[in-house]
């Protein structure tokens, strides 16, 4: 058994030491140390780029299989239309490497999503997005190999409960991620999708709904990313985090009205949910049928900062801070504990619940430590 410091492996450089870690880099022997470890009735985790964890000091006393797995596979025989192209993709596969193949191909739907840290495996899990695109718009179907069958099948994305940073599996479907599979667009001329968001909008100089040069877009998307510290840069220690800390909040438009009117909010789609009527009955209009109240999304930067925690806070004698570019990230200053970490996650957590009466949730997954 080796003892490995698992903050070797996370972009926030905290963690004490795996019982033992397991590197895969096929598919097969991903399926094997997951299979044998499951069989052992060992604690287990799988670990993909490391960026969105916070593994305690004490370290995990389990097996560790880290996912080295790499791969990009353009599926010629399959798509949903002339204009779309099916990619498979190992889920061990850097997810910038990824965005980066993509534009090199000509293909749209992840352009904006360029920067993020992290392993492909892992974006179904948080159903990651950013300025206007979210993976649930062009996910397919992952491969995944069940914990408790030990099955391993195709999963339609309809059938994955995507969310706001939610899945299936963050519900409690226990297993591991193989593969990916996408669909993305062909729009000639090497164009993006539509520009969704307003902030990507305005630094392209163009309208709401433009189409531009798919390189034009990432370059745009790493620089905005980087001016808050959210590209990982050896150089810059705002970097050494685990990128956005916690989960934009999402209220009634009631409550909302009660914060100050320059908080920012978003309007939050509702999605009607499936109705059985009885066979001859009148089917009725969308219009009438109760949703529930009106809900919009809040800032957790902007909650964080108005709450009095400002960029570059520290507590006092500890080597976790906010990031002196983002109030949403709590960056390592060098030498920080997991326990730092967590410590100043708690007082900002404390701090926004006593100005707003909100409570903001973490949105790195947590091992062996509770905010």
Do not use: C
């Not at 870690?21 to 470890?37: G, Y």
């Not at 409690?172 to 968001?197: C, R």
């Not at 163009?206 to 877009?217: R, T, Y």
């Not at 745009?220 to 990982?232: E, H, I, P, Q, Y």
Request: overall charge negative; cysteine-free.
């Amino acid at each position: 058994m080796t003892s490995v410091p698992l903050s070797t492996l996370t972009t926030i450089q905290v963690g004490g030491p795996a019982r033992e870690l397991i590197t895969v880099t096929t598919r097969e022997q991903l399926i094997e140390a997951a299979v044998d470890t499951w069989d052992s009735n060992e604690p287990w985790l799988i670990l993909g780029g490391g960026s969105n964890t916070i593994v305690a000091d004490e370290g995990f006393d389990g097996t560790v299989i880290h996912v080295a797995t790499t791969g990009i596979e353009r599926q010629q025989d399959i798509s949903r239309s002339p204009n779309h192209s099916t990619i498979r993709v190992a889920a061990g596969e850097n997810w910038d490497n990824l965005v980066a193949w993509s534009i090199s191909e000509g293909l749209a739907g992840i352009e904006a999503l360029s920067g993020i840290p992290g392993s492909t495996g892992a974006a179904p899990i948080q159903n990651i997005g950013a300025y206007g695109q979210e993976l649930s718009s062009v996910l397919t179907a992952v491969e995944f190999l069940d914990r408790y069958t030990q099955e391993i099948s195709w999963i339609p994305a309809a059938d994955l409960a995507l969310g706001y940073r939610d899945s299936v599996f963050k519900q409690g479907k226990e297993g591991v991620v193989l593969t990916v599979e996408l669909s993305l667009a062909s729009y000639g001329e090497n164009l993006s999708a539509p520009i969704a968001f307003p902030q990507l909008a305005s630094a392209l100089g163009v309208e709401l709904g433009a189409q531009v040069a798919l390189a034009e877009v990432r370059e745009t998307v790493l620089k905005l990313r980087a001016s808050k510290g959210m590209v990982l840069d050896p150089a810059d220690p705002d970097t050494t985090s685990a990128g956005s800390f916690f989960m934009n909040p999402i209220v009634t438009e009631n409550f909302a009205r009660n914060l100050p009117a320059d908080a920012p909010r978003f309007p939050v789609q509702k999605t009607q949910q499936d109705r059985v009527l009885p066979l001859g009955a009148d089917v009725p209009p969308l219009a009438s049928v109760d949703a529930g109240p009106n809900l919009v999304k809040l800032s957790a930067a902007w909650l964080i900062e108005n709450a009095g925690v400002k960029k570059g806070y520290s507590i006092p004698g500890s080597k976790a801070g906010i990031s002196t570019k983002h109030t949403l990230a709590i960056t390592n200053r060098g030498g920080a504990t997991a326990a730092e970490v967590v410590g100043l996650a708690t007082y900002v957590q404390a701090m926004v619940q006593s100005h707003f009466g909100i409570i903001l949730y973490p949105e790195p997954n947590l091992i062996g430590v509770e905010i």
